[in-house]
């Protein structure tokens, strides 16, 4: 993989990152209310899926897709303004976290309703197959998702059809607060694609090259009419479900252990990446110092410009029920 | 408009709306199970397959959520889609993505995306199918905002809404009904539409306003036949779209006639004519002489014996009794 390559996967998980937890103080604070649900320890998945992505490929998210928006060239301004519900937010101010969107960028939506996009995404990938323009679309979901039938069906004509559409599960291991085991028979997500014929892997997804090595290659077999591909990605949240609670047993929320945590704190993409980089002198300590500074100083102008943008107007709440 | 027109059905107006937007339009897909079958959608997709392939004409496998949320997202993605469901029972399975998604976009993105997509429900009753295969449902969708949802009479309106569903740039919920397929009415050959969220008055009178859409008006305007051999003139509104409703059209007629009668073929409770009784009454209408009165199916499920049956949907004897009594002292 070229330095500009890996470099770049290294900036936007540090970007993912350190906006993640720039959150944490204003939702404490009450300054930030709506529901917030941080990525912080699944940035590889996201880094290494859209890198692999043009700007014209389509991604839909789901509740905790602040990382797709940011990876997929969303602006950080827009997306800290949402989460402050700001008229400059991407959704000006209606939507909140759960609903990032900024279809320049190929960033087509976000729902917090579990495997509400997974269909959505199949059919921008059906209009990509009859427009014959060569985009593949991604769809991001949990291992919650593959409880709702919708996932099966989706699989089903993804595959009949041979559309371009990755399906991309980030198996953090909690459906909410169920650990997985409570909620399937089987651990192995990625075998969900096997029986509709369907190229499936199951990834390191906390491993960043590895994620954007099978991205790229489920990416290409899209453009080439060999898609669907089902991948995968085992990973893990660093904080609870929602907001900046770990859910840690003993705690209120009182469900994770705590030895587990630490395992996989030991696993951090970015640290992962980090090592990978140091040993194969690909980048200087320096440099990566430079990456975390830059993305700090986004943050914070992104939390500024949030902070100084207004609220939207009142006498606004009836706009953009309907496009007139 | 100056253009040739000739008698066609209901169904054959329907197919010719997709045969023009098709040929206009090559972002426009018509998507769901049936539209290469001789039988689910009658003969709406006629001549589709053929003339514009497999790749825009998609049959599909039974996965109502799956394959609705495919239009939806298509229709993000820059394409016209139009989604069947040959019986809208099942297109209960379909809610998410037409309530949670579509209905929601556009607002839940602060008007960043619009869902250009039809829903096309069909209701399709009588013949003793029983409770699952005879839904009116069209009042669920009127509940949420964001959707927008008509239910043609004519072949006129068929073809004409079916156009201004497909042109439009919100999600449209279309709701036929197969009862209406062999009508034939005078539809003009070329392409023109019917604007969305406006109505018709079908017959004018003076004496009470029958309020109705969809199979409803035909049965009104029968009744106000009957209604005619005995003193009472009434006067009969096709709502065309039930959200937006035409609230002027609506309180106009009433305020001529002093008397309303809503005849709907839903359900009572919350249904379409619960909400236009509302909006008569809280318009206080001055000249109103008598209560509103709503001519609804009971809030029962379809049953199949035809015994049952025969007692269950609204015909026009049902509203010829209904207004009778009503205006009774004129009688």
Request: aromatic fraction near 6%; hydrophobic fraction near 40%; glycine fraction near 8%.
């Amino acid at each position: 993989m070229i330095k500009e390559t890996t470099v770049g996967l290294y900036r936007t998980m540090v970007r993912i990152r350190t906006c993640e937890e720039g959150f944490v103080d204003p939702i404490l604070s009450k300054e930030i209310r709506c529901p917030v649900h941080l990525c912080t320890g699944q940035e590889a998945v996201a880094a290494g899926i859209c890198a692999a992505l043009e700007t014209e490929d389509y991604v839909f998210g789901n509740h905790r897709s602040h990382g797709h928006f940011l990876a997929k060239g969303g602006r950080m301004r827009e997306l800290v303004a949402e989460v402050f519900c700001r008229e400059t937010g991407c959704s000006r101010g209606r939507g909140g976290s759960m609903h990032l969107i900024d279809p320049s960028v190929g960033m087509m939506g976000s729902v917090p309703i579990v495997a509400g996009t997974i269909a959505l995404a199949m059919g921008a990938a059906l209009s990509a197959k009859i427009r014959n323009d060569h985009r593949v679309a991604v769809s991001f979901f949990g291992d919650g998702a593959t409880g709702e039938g919708v996932l099966c069906e989706s699989l089903n004509f993804a595959a009949l059809r041979k559309l371009p559409v990755i399906f991309v599960c980030e198996n953090n291991l909690y459906s909410t607060h169920l650990p997985i085991d409570e909620i399937r028979v089987s651990r192995k997500i990625y075998e969900l694609g096997i029986p509709f014929g369907e190229l499936s892997h199951r990834l390191d997804g906390n491993d960043v090259l590895a994620v954007h090595r099978a991205a790229r290659n489920a990416v290409d077999l899209c453009r080439r009419g060999k898609g669907p591909v089902f991948l995968e990605c085992l990973t893990y949240r660093m904080h609870g479900h929602v907001g900046p609670d770990d859910n840690i047993q003993g705690a209120h929320t009182d469900i994770r252990p705590p030895k587990e945590i630490e395992k996989w704190r030991k696993k951090d993409p970015i640290k992962k990446l980090e090592r990978h980089i140091l040993k194969n002198k690909i980048a200087s300590r320096k440099e990566l110092a430079e990456i975390h500074a830059q993305a700090e100083k986004e943050v914070l102008d992104a939390h500024c410009f949030a902070r100084n943008s207004s609220f939207p107007r009142e006498e606004e709440l009836g706009l953009y029920v309907y496009k007139n | 408009m100056s253009t040739k027109t000739r008698r066609l059905t209901y169904s054959l107006a329907i197919n010719e709306a997709f045969h023009q937007m098709m040929s206009l339009d090559e972002s426009v897909i018509l998507i769901g199970q049936g539209v290469k079958s001789p039988w689910y959608v009658g003969n709406t997709a006629q001549g589709l397959i053929k003339k514009f392939g497999a790749e825009r004409i998609i049959d599909t496998p039974v996965s109502e959520n799956s394959m609705t949320g495919a239009a939806v997202g298509a229709a993000l993605a820059g394409m016209r889609a139009v989604v069947v469901h040959p019986r809208m029972d099942f297109m209960l399975y379909a809610f998410d993505p037409i309530v949670n998604e579509a209905a929601n976009w556009s607002y839940m993105s602060g008007g960043r995306a619009s869902v250009p997509v039809v829903f096309w429900g069909v209701i399709n009753r009588g013949g003793e199918q029983a409770a699952q295969h005879s839904q009116a449902l069209h009042a669920m969708f009127s509940h949420a905002p964001g959707l927008k949802v008509v239910m043609p009479a004519t072949p006129y309106d068929a073809k004409g809404l079916m156009v201004a569903a497909i042109k439009d740039d919100n999600p449209v919920v279309f709701v036929d009904d197969r009862w209406l397929y062999d009508t034939e009415g005078d539809v003009p050959e070329e392409l023109y539409s019917v604007p969305i969220g406006k109505g018709a008055i079908r017959k004018e009178g003076k004496d009470v306003s029958l309020i109705a859409s969809s199979f409803m008006v035909g049965e009104s305007l029968k009744a106000a036949s009957e209604l005619g051999k005995c003193g009472i003139d009434a006067e009969v509104l096709d709502l065309r779209t039930v959200k937006p409703l035409d609230v002027d059209m609506i309180l106009k007629s009433v305020e001529k006639t002093g008397r309303a009668v809503v005849v709907d073929s839903g359900w009572k409770t919350c249904g379409l004519a619960a909400e236009v009784s509302a909006i008569i009454a809280e318009n206080d209408i001055k000249t109103l002489k008598s209560p509103i009165r709503r001519i609804t199916l009971p809030d029962i499920p379809a049953p199949a014996g035809r015994s049952l049956e025969s007692n269950y949907y609204v015909k026009h004897p049902g509203i010829v009794d209904a207004v009778v009594k009503l205006v009774g002292a004129q009688v």
